[in-house]
């Protein structure tokens, strides 16, 4: 069944209001408000922390770039390693944001899955203790 206008089924019968008003679709529309709601509260929580590690991830990457520049007249390849080294300020300054809001996921937020090997289910927090 090949999709026709609009991403609808074609040979369906049903239409785009008819889509709207499905139960998947209510249920999508407020998993996506879950989301932004949840989003909002961990901002509005943890926004100092966050500025600032986003603000320090961005002096990493125009700090590294600027030297980059600087040593570009006597060592490219230098220059170049810099250059590869300018998004690594944005990766970690991420990841330090995501360990900032950890603790104020709810339980809710956890996705349970299947441990490989061990037949348990847990939750992505609780995996092994110490490796955190």
């Known amino acids: 069944m090949y999709a026709g206008l609009h991403g609808i089924p074609s040979g369906t019968g049903r239409s785009r ?6 139960p998947a679709v209510r249920e999508a529309a407020r998993e996506v408000g879950r989301i932004v709601r949840d989003a909002a509260r961990l901002l509005l929580r943890h926004w100092p922390a966050l500025l600032t590690l986003g603000l ?30 300018a998004p690594v300020g944005y990766l970690l300054a991420i990841v330090a944001m995501l360990r900032v809001v950890r ?4 339980a809710a937020m956890l996705v349970p899955f299947q441990v490989a090997g ?14 955190t």
């Open 17 to 22: 209001a008819d889509l709207a008003d499905s």
């Open 56 to 85: 320090l991830g961005a002096a990493w990457r125009s700090g590294t770039l600027w030297l980059a520049v600087i040593v570009s007249d006597r060592s490219g390849p230098l220059a170049q390693l810099l250059l590869a080294l």
């Open 103 to 106: 603790p104020s996921l709810s």
């Open 118 to 131: 061990c037949g348990k289910t847990t939750t992505a927090c609780r995996v092994k203790p110490g490796l």
